[in-house]
């Protein structure tokens, strides 16, 4: 039996803890140590190092926790590996015996899903508010197909964070803004009281990476973002309130976004209520061939193949009947939203921000369906005036016989989230793209999500 099924890297000043996660069959593990706690020693010593080896080649490891389920059995320095005494082990055989009953109940850790009958990605992936494309990656899936007992790792929904002298749950709870009875109930606290180098688990946060910027102090960026200090300083472990230009910092986003769980459909609604993962990247990009003011090449030239295809029959289109067209940006990844968000809130602030741009992960252009459209006649820019040019008018009323969709109307606001942009299209196929048209809603209304 292969005793470990996973592992998270917790990063250290120096170095990394390694959790790994043991094979969830506690009594078919308890079983096997009662009857021969010696050989299972060497396996569990061999199978560490042997992990480690294969897995985490070149890592500075300091330490290592082995967990069942949510149970800590050991915690060892990696040094000790080699030479780990029977005592210890012993301690590991007690607890596994103490703790078999409620282990038993608890089978999947919060990374490690058994996938039951009748289960297929899809519900899943709603389940645990992530990606059907996400389990595919992380689980080195070629198709859909899943198969009843299969042990699938599921992204994290936790992080783990180690007590601090000084700490206090009401603290922790502030920095995570999340309740303290929210925070027992993660980690099955019966009281308030916690230890220095308790590792307990709160909610996995989105973040924005932050590169400082002469002038920059930590009261300027809480406030552009909506943040304490405080909670700055916890996530970036800072002691104090100096930071240094070029130094990276993550900010925490606290919006509960619902992940979109098929990001490949042409109809994935992203919004800013449903975000794309950091991982997500459509597998088929390519460059349509249509006018661009620039000759250079850059990614935002990118589009889904698909889509593509599509738009170059708009832009023939247009091009018969006198409309001169060019695209101007196509697929952003999250880094690069990440980047123009970031670069937008320290100019405005993240509420006017996100008025005009999207958040990472919430940007349509992440999915390789939409571009951005303009033309000289308003020098090639991005304005809401492009509406009122003939080019403007012309895309509207077009659009959709090549699958497109003006993507954020007029006087759509409360429904999409976004200020009116005539220049933003989105491919959706001709099908929904006329049934929305003729209709005068928003992808919102089509879906019923609004």
């Not at 592992?7 to 959790?19: R, S």
């Not at 029977?86 to 608890?106: D, G, M, Y």
């Not at 509406?387 to 008018?393: A, L, V």
């Amino acid at each position: 039996m292969d005793l470990i099924v996973t592992h998270k890297l917790i990063k250290e000043q120096e170095g990394y803890t390694v959790i790994l996660y043991l094979d969830n069959q506690l009594t078919e593990f308890a079983t096997e140590f009662n009857k021969k706690p010696e050989n299972k020693k060497i396996d569990l010593n061999t199978s560490v190092r042997n992990y480690i080896k294969e897995k985490l080649p070149g890592l500075k490891i300091n330490t290592v926790n082995i967990m069942i389920g949510s149970i800590l059995i050991a915690s060892i320095p990696l040094a000790s590996l080699g030479k780990t005494d029977l005592n210890q082990h012993q301690n590991i055989k007690e607890k596994l015996q103490t703790n078999v009953i409620q282990s038993q109940i608890n089978t999947n850790t919060p990374n490690i899903y058994t996938v039951k009958y009748g289960d297929t990605l899809y519900k899943i992936a709603k389940k645990f508010n992530t990606s059907i494309y996400d389990l595919k990656t992380i689980n080195d899936l070629d198709s859909d197909i899943i198969y009843t007992g299969q042990h699938l790792t599921i992204p994290a929904q936790y992080d783990i964070y180690s007590v601090e002298p000084g700490d206090t749950l009401f603290e922790i709870a502030a920095v995570y803004n999340v309740s303290v009875e929210k925070l027992k109930s993660i980690n099955k606290l019966n009281r308030n009281i916690i230890y220095v180098g308790q590792n307990l688990y709160v909610p996995k946060l989105l973040y924005y990476r932050y590169t400082v910027k002469t002038g920059d102090t930590l009261y300027i960026i809480a406030k552009q973002f909506d943040v304490t200090i405080e909670q700055i300083k916890t996530i970036n472990k800072l002691s104090g309130n100096i930071i240094y230009k070029g130094q990276t910092l993550r900010i925490p986003d606290f919006d509960k976004d619902t992940i979109v769980i098929n990001p490949v459909s042409r109809l994935a609604l992203v919004n800013k209520n449903n975000r794309l993962t950091e991982n997500y990247a459509p597998d088929n990009l390519v460059v349509p061939n249509i006018p661009f003011p620039y000759k250079e090449y850059y990614p935002k030239k990118l589009m889904r193949e698909d889509a593509a295809y599509a738009l170059e029959q708009l832009f023939n289109k247009a091009e018969e009947d006198g409309i001169d067209l060019y695209a101007t940006s196509g697929y952003r990844s999250y880094s690069y939203q990440e980047y123009i968000f970031t670069s937008k809130v320290m100019e405005r602030g993240i509420n006017i921000a996100n008025q005009t741009s999207a958040k990472p992960g919430e940007s349509e252009h992440q999915t390789g369906l939409a571009m951005d459209v303009t033309s000289p006649s308003v020098n090639f820019r991005l304005t809401q005036s492009f509406g009122e040019t003939k080019e403007g008018k012309w895309l509207k009323a077009n659009a959709h016989k090549y699958g497109f969709i003006i993507r954020y109307p007029v006087n759509k606001e409360h429904i999409t989230g976004y200020n009116y942009e005539p220049w933003h299209i989105r491919y959706v196929g001709k099908d929904v793209a006329k049934y929305i048209a003729e209709n005068d809603i928003t992808l919102e209304e089509y879906l019923g999500e609004f």
